[in-house]
């Protein structure tokens, strides 16, 4: 069946938030204003809450408490609040079975997504906040079966728990995993093609003859992340670092561990941010 087909027959295809869409135009504008941007994220509860809450943490807490919108805008960064708006936009999006941790999902794609920023700053090839777009969306495909598949998603469940490959099993239950729906899902949503490709590519990125520098990203924060949540030193981590794809970026591994020592610091604590009710 094609991917046509599939979405198709869904009844309830998860939609861009019209707020989203609005921000995110406010974001790409060169000339955007900082008040502009303010009462837009306040006509969101959630997005508001967590603005705030971000901005009085204590990765970016400067003694003083912030109570606007405005304030927090000016203290945690122009781009650090569009990451922040689009991680939570995405994570209201969704409807997961109480079966599903959706707040372990999020918390783990918010920390690859803080990686692959940070390693991007050593990078040429990508933007840091268009890194962290991408990793944030990499696996929204994961939140698209648990939400329209739930029978599916169940089994697929299953076959992980008697040791199947996740990917291996949606392929057999569905006919694709989780990273062909997700692009299908980011090029219904009308995001530029960059991200469709850094979606679909992010599993395997050197089998592609021009791989999508966000899906390099993506791969190589994954392993960063898994390891520095095993408690893998960052020096220790860069020697073990698949040479294809630190060459395809041109990334310098050694210039690296500042990089993921930075990124690892206050991560817990802003994921957590990105999930609080």
């Not at 504008?29 to 508001?48: C, G, L, P, R, Y």
């Not at 809450?53 to 805008?73: F, H, L, P």
């Not at 980011?186 to 999508?212: A, G, I």
Request: charge should be negative; glycine fraction near 4%.
């Amino acid at each position: 069946m094609s991917l046509d087909a599939i979405f198709s027959k869904l009844k309830q295809l998860p939609t861009m938030p019209a707020l989203l869409h609005e921000l995110m135009q406010e974001f790409a504008n060169e000339n955007a204003k900082i008040e502009d941007i303010a009462k837009k994220i306040s006509m969101d509860q959630s997005i508001s809450a967590r603005v705030l809450k971000m901005a009085n943490s204590v990765v970016y807490s400067r003694g003083i408490e912030v109570t606007s919108i405005d304030q927090a805008v000016i203290r945690i960064g122009f781009k650090q609040v569009s990451s922040l708006v689009i991680a939570t936009a995405l994570n209201n999006s969704f409807k997961t079975p109480k079966s599903f941790d959706k707040n372990k999902f999020w918390i783990d794609t918010f920390q690859i997504a803080t990686i692959a920023k940070s390693i991007a700053r050593e990078s040429k090839k990508i933007e840091p906040e268009t890194a962290f777009t991408c990793a944030l969306i990499h696996n929204i495909g994961e939140l698209l079966v648990q939400q329209c598949f739930p029978t599916e998603a169940e089994l697929i469940n299953a076959a992980v728990a008697n040791g199947c490959s996740r990917i291996d099993a949606q392929r057999e239950t569905i006919g694709y995993d989780y990273s062909q729906l997700g692009a299908e899902l980011v090029r219904r949503w009308k995001l530029p093609e960059f991200f469709v490709h850094s979606t679909e590519q992010h599993l395997n990125p050197m089998e592609y003859d021009d791989p999508n520098p966000g899906a390099l990203i993506i791969r190589l924060a994954i392993f960063v992340e898994f390891a520095v949540n095993a408690g893998v030193p960052a020096d220790i981590i860069i020697k073990r670092f698949p040479s294809s794809i630190t060459s395809k970026l041109e990334i310098d591994p050694s210039r690296l561990v500042d990089q993921i020592n930075a990124a690892s610091e206050g991560l817990n604590e802003l994921a957590e941010i990105l999930t609080s009710a």
